[in-house]
């Protein structure tokens, strides 16, 4: 089954890509909830948590912190939330496992769900400034 996440992994698809280890990729999401929103997921397609061994879901869970602390330091963050969704009826849009972290900033309010659409340059710039605090 074609899947958009193996797509990048391979190279076929760009993605603003803050972290990168053997069995890891983080970039930043394409319509974030806010700015500096971050995808992380394990190379091997996973569909859903559940189909992952728990050592490996310990591995990406705990690159959580670091991530995280990267985004608030490189988007100017104050705070953060964490998402994980498994499954169609959960808001999984992509069947790869991924975990969102989601920056939050004092001045915006914190309205959950609204996307944005921000340029490519937008992406790449903030994209080079949380990689540079990680
Ligand atoms: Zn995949």
Redesign the pocket.
């Known amino acids: 089954m074609a899947?958009i996440?193996?797509d990048i992994l391979d190279g076929k698809l760009d993605a603003h890509v803050v972290y990168e280890d053997k069995d890891h990729i983080a970039f930043l999401d394409k319509y974030p909830i806010d700015e500096g929103h971050t995808l992380v997921i394990p190379k091997k397609?996973y569909e859903r948590i559940t189909d992952m061994d728990s050592d490996d879901v310990g591995k990406i869970f705990s690159l959580i912190p670091k991530i995280a602390k990267a985004i608030l330091l490189g988007a100017g963050a104050d705070a953060f939330s964490l998402a994980q969704n498994n499954g169609k009826a959960a808001k999984q849009i992509i069947p790869?496992v991924h975990v969102h972290i989601i920056p939050r900033y004092n001045n915006k309010g914190t309205e959950w769900t609204k996307r944005q659409i921000p340029s490519s340059d937008e992406l790449s710039k903030l994209a080079q400034k949380i990689k540079n605090a990680i």
Do not use: A
Request: hydrophobic share 20%; with cysteine.
């Open positions: 899947c996440f193996c397609h790869h």
